[in-house]
Structure formats: structure tokens, C-alpha cells
């Protein structure tokens, strides 16, 4: 959570849900970022949703899909143009 990467997902995901008080989380199993050097996973839980992905009848809201795609969308811009979190709650 130090890595100035993963501070500059955590402020996008806080800057379109206004939750302040997330934190990143490690998950078990495999992903594609062990395949890569200097990558993640990065994905949106919601707080108070039920976390539903990879289950049977996956499912998520219409609202909840389009704020997962501006935190995307906003995550590949700022990190394309290599604006990395220099300082706690600052994305230059």
C-alpha cells in the first residue's frame, strides 16, 4: 500500500465513492499481475454491496458498472500519463 502506484488507485477509487476509509486488499488464488512485472490487480468492491464476482448468478447494478468503468477509465488515464501519487492524497 506504499507503493506509489497503489496509492494512486486507492485515490481514484476514494476521488468516485467517496469512501475514505477503503483499504487495498491481498487476495488468495492467482492473477494476471503475478505475470507481469509492477502490476496488479485492481477491481471495485462497494462498501454495503454484496461481492458477488466469480459466483454463480454474478450480477452487479447498472449504477455500481458505471462507476466501475470511470474508476478504470480515470485509472488508465492517470497512470498512461504517469500520474503517480508523490504525496498522501495527491495525484500529480
Known amino acids: 500500500?506504499?507503493?506509489p502506484m497503489i496509492g494512486t488507485l486507492m485515490e481514484?477509487?476514494?476521488k468516485h465513492t467517496?469512501?475514505?476509509?477503503?483499504?487495498?486488499?491481498?487476495?488468495?488464488?492467482?492473477?494476471?499481475?503475478?505475470?507481469?512485472?509492477?502490476?496488479?490487480?485492481?477491481?471495485?468492491?462497494?462498501?454495503?454491496e454484496p461481492e458477488?464476482?466469480?459466483?454463480?448468478?454474478e450480477n452487479i447494478s447498472v449504477d455500481?458498472?458505471?462507476?466501475?468503468?470511470?474508476i478504470f477509465a480515470d485509472a488508465i488515464f492517470e497512470l498512461a500519463n504517469g500520474q503517480v501519487r508523490k504525496e498522501k492524497n495527491e495525484i500529480q
Open 1 to 3: 500500500k506504499d507503493d
Open 12 to 14: 481514484i477509487y476514494k
Open 18 to 48: 467517496g469512501d475514505e476509509n477503503c483499504q487495498p486488499m491481498v487476495i488468495g488464488g492467482g492473477t494476471y499481475a503475478r505475470a507481469v512485472k509492477n502490476t496488479v490487480a485492481f477491481g471495485a468492491n462497494f462498501p454495503g
Open 52 to 57: 458477488l464476482a466469480h459466483q454463480k448468478n
Open 64 to 70: 455500481n458498472l458505471v462507476k466501475c468503468a470511470k
